[in-house]
């Protein structure tokens, strides 16, 4: 089993910042991804980024890049979620999730280790 523990949510203004941080724990692989996903109220849990354990691969929703930068530690096998230039949309719980797989998935169903989520808050 994995366990994901996320950390460094928080109240922010909009063009602020802010870091999250996921670190793994338990059994992990090689091929590994490790991602975070959003939810707003009333919406969907949506895909933010993703980054490849093996390769150093990432992926990033239309709506965060430029903005969004996910990066890792593999000595502490700690990814992160450097936010910047933050709007009020970018409100939402944030989850941490990872999947054995040597292709990164943007899709909720393919990961099935998940975090307990911390919240963003985006005020203007």
């Known amino acids: 089993q994995v366990q994901l523990v996320e950390s460094g949510g928080g109240l922010v203004q909009a063009g602020g910042s802010l870091r999250l941080s996921c670190a793994a724990s338990?059994?992990?692989?090689?091929?590994?991804?490790m991602g975070w996903f959003r939810q707003a109220p009333g919406k969907e849990r949506e895909f933010v980024a993703a980054?490849?354990?093996?390769?150093?691969?990432?992926y990033y929703a239309d709506s965060v890049k430029g903005r969004f930068t996910i990066s890792r530690d593999s000595a502490k096998k700690t990814v992160y979620l450097q936010m910047n230039s933050l709007k009020p949309e970018d409100t939402a719980v944030y989850y941490c999730?990872?999947?054995?797989?040597?292709?990164?998935?943007?899709?909720?169903?393919?990961?099935?280790?998940w975090g307990q989520g911390t919240q963003v808050t985006v005020f203007s």
């Open positions: 999730a990872a999947e054995t797989s040597i292709a990164i998935h943007t899709t909720r169903a393919n990961y099935p280790y």
């Open positions: 980054l490849n354990w093996r390769d150093f691969s990432t």
């Open positions: 338990g059994r992990t692989f090689s091929s590994f991804v």
